[in-house]
């Protein structure tokens, strides 16, 4: 299985920015696929996740309504819609791949990562 993220990029607060990932090797219909992010000097947290029908998704209370994770079960792609930009959303952003169907946020329910992709909000 192979994850290849992009999108990332340097922005100022309140701006907006939108990663993709593309995933290959794996029939991507059938699994979740999440997002998360690792700042500097802090461990990889959770952001967001969408069901593998892409019906259902879940977000990190500090990303809730600025987020908006979505997927094309067509291309193979999960998306992550980023608005309202803040500088603590600063972090290398990884796509990975559920175990499951269903939304998980605990990042020992996905086995396949992405290279990550670097955002930088300015303040």
């Known amino acids: 299985v192979q994850l290849q993220a992009f999108g990332g990029g340097l922005v100022q607060a309140g701006g907006y920015l939108r990663l993709s990932c593309a995933a290959s090797?794996?029939?991507?219909?059938?699994?979740?696929m999440g997002w998360f992010r690792q700042a500097p000097g802090k461990e990889r947290t959770f952001v967001a996740a969408?069901?593998?029908?892409?019906?259902?998704?879940i977000y990190a209370e500090s990303v809730k309504g600025r987020f908006t994770i979505s997927r094309d079960n067509a291309k193979n792609t999960v998306y992550l819609q980023m608005n309202s930009l803040k500088p603590e959303d600063t972090a290398v952003y990884y796509c990975?791949?559920?175990?499951?169907?269903?939304?998980?946020?605990?990042?020992?329910?996905?086995?396949?990562w992405g290279q990550g992709t670097q955002v930088t909000v300015s303040s």
């Open positions: 990975s791949t559920g175990l499951y169907a269903g939304v998980r946020t605990n990042e020992k329910e996905y086995d396949y």
């Open positions: 090797g794996r029939t991507f219909s059938r699994y979740a």
């Open positions: 969408v069901g593998a029908s892409g019906r259902s998704t």
